[in-house]
């Protein structure tokens, strides 16, 4: 059974980064055809892709946050990351990774304030 | 802004028959076919159907997923209380190069 776990700060000051790792266990990232993404969801929103890594590392990032965003692997640790810079309120929201689609994280709310 | 509409509620008696449906256009659903997620409150979103309209193992047959041009439908038969939930859809746009989602549609069951 794959599972997905994010972690990181749960509150970031406006205009810094934003940093979450998404810890893989039950499965191995580069070991199969599968895509890891990015999602979140502001409170009582919708969802919003942020981005997705392919397992041979290819990057796909949502064209409005591009110019912000990171995502990146640790084939070591099993983990794989997203950075999020120049963070506003407008970001304050939950974060789920997933193994696109069929297994996901259980969230992690990040706010973004001062 | 959601890439893909999705009506904003439905309501259904318990045991009745609820379609909720999501329109894109060629560039995505009618492309690509939809995902579709339920999304429990307070819980991250489950997947009910890939975009090729298959069900995941284990999924209950009363969830089934289809589509038609650029509209995807989901169907979920025979309503019980736990199917209360938000639904969504979504679709790789090829135009867009974005993975677009439906505002998402709650599902109350009276």
């Known amino acids: 059974q794959v599972q997905l776990q994010e972690s990181g700060p749960g509150l970031v000051k406006p205009s810094e980064t934003l940093s979450l790792t998404c810890t893989v266990s039950g499965g191995y990232i580069s070991s199969s055809a599968y895509y890891w993404g990015w999602i979140r969801q502001p409170p009582g929103k919708g969802l919003e892709w942020i981005g997705s890594v392919y397992y041979t590392g290819t990057l796909f990032y949502n064209p409005s946050l591009k110019s912000r965003v990171i995502i990146s692997v640790d084939m070591s640790k099993n983990q794989f990351s997203l950075k999020l810079n120049s963070v506003t309120a407008a970001d304050t929201a939950v974060y789920y990774c997933?193994?696109?689609?069929?297994?996901w994280g259980q969230g992690t709310l990040v706010t973004v304030s001062s | 802004q959601a890439g893909l509409t999705q009506p904003p509620s439905v309501s259904k008696d318990l045991g009745q028959t609820a379609t909720l449906t999501c329109t894109g256009n060629s560039n995505n659903v009618g492309d690509q076919g939809a995902v579709w997620l339920q999304q429990l409150q307070g819980h991250p979103p489950k997947l009910l159907s890939s975009r090729n309209d298959e069900r995941p193992s284990g999924m209950s047959e009363r969830f089934s997923a289809s589509r038609s041009g650029n509209t995807a439908s989901l169907t979920i038969t025979g309503l019980q209380p736990e199917d209360e939930a938000d639904y969504y859809c979504s679709a790789w746009d090829s135009s867009l190069g974005n993975q677009v989602f439906g505002g998402g549609t709650k599902l109350t069951v009276l």
């Open positions: 997933t193994r696109v689609w069929d297994y």
